[in-house]
């Protein structure tokens, strides 16, 4: 199985050609030759090309509505089956956009677009699926939609992997640096799989087309002027709805973990250590106490 990579290959600048499928791989950008989609559901997708290969495809340069695989002629290019949504690289597109991964976007000749290269392949940078949704294609059959937006550098940062050892409070972090999109971490990741991506309040767990949904919350909020750790000991799995609350001070946690402006109990794993000084810092400057 290929390494996938997540985000700017290095040495390698927006804009940058290429002669083929090949030079592609070989440069790290795409590695299937063939497929217009790469990865696979279980790490999601790191880049696309468009090539001409769908006619329903729209390329605005900074927003591109990119059609799914699967029930294309070949030859023709043209529909002749509806799409599907398990369909190997439309599910890899939606892990993607649920964990946040940014896509890497290539344009092709043969791509009908005034952002697309005269021959060969060019690289178009990093974009983020914003949505995705269904509905009948040109041939009058289904197909899978994708809306993707250019990132700009702002949307970006860099950051160190973070390998969670789940039995101890701190992590250990290596040099590695690459870009992702602000939402998400691996300390994040980390939680929530801990979790299978249940939420610690409510115990809810969304799935979207069979991909589970959590998002990773900051106890003490990061940044000025609280100024958190993005740190194992200061993230929660909740699900949307909690993960509002908690920011907005709807509730608080207590020291047992008992909850205080909702009922119930935050659920904690034994191997997920909370540093107590961080909930002390949201019931004093975050919960709203009527």
Known sequence: MPDYHFGHIEG???GDSYTNRQALRSAGIHMHLVAGIDGNPKVGSPSIVLNGGYV?????GDTILYTGHGGNDPNSKRQIADQEWDA???KALIVSELKGLPVR??????????????????????YAISRHFEQTGKDGYRICRFELEKLPEQKMVKFSEADLDRTRK??????TTTLRIVRDSSLSRSVKELY????????ERISVRDVP???GAHIKPLGRPHNGLDAVDNLLCLCPNHHVMLDKGAFSISDD?????IKGTLIVDDKHELDLDNLAYHRDHIFIND
């Open 12 to 14: 390698v600048s927006l």
């Open 56 to 60: 329903d495809d729209e390329d605005l």
């Open 88 to 90: 190997t690289g439309n």
């Open 105 to 126: 976007v290539t344009r092709g000749a043969k791509h009908k677009s005034p952002f697309s290269p005269k021959s060969g392949y060019q690289y178009g940078g990093l």
């Open 170 to 175: 701190k992590v250990t972090r290596t040099e």
């Open 196 to 203: 299978d991506y249940s939420c610690q309040v409510c115990k």
């Open 213 to 215: 949904y959590a998002e």
């Open 257 to 261: 973990f008992s909850l205080d402006g």
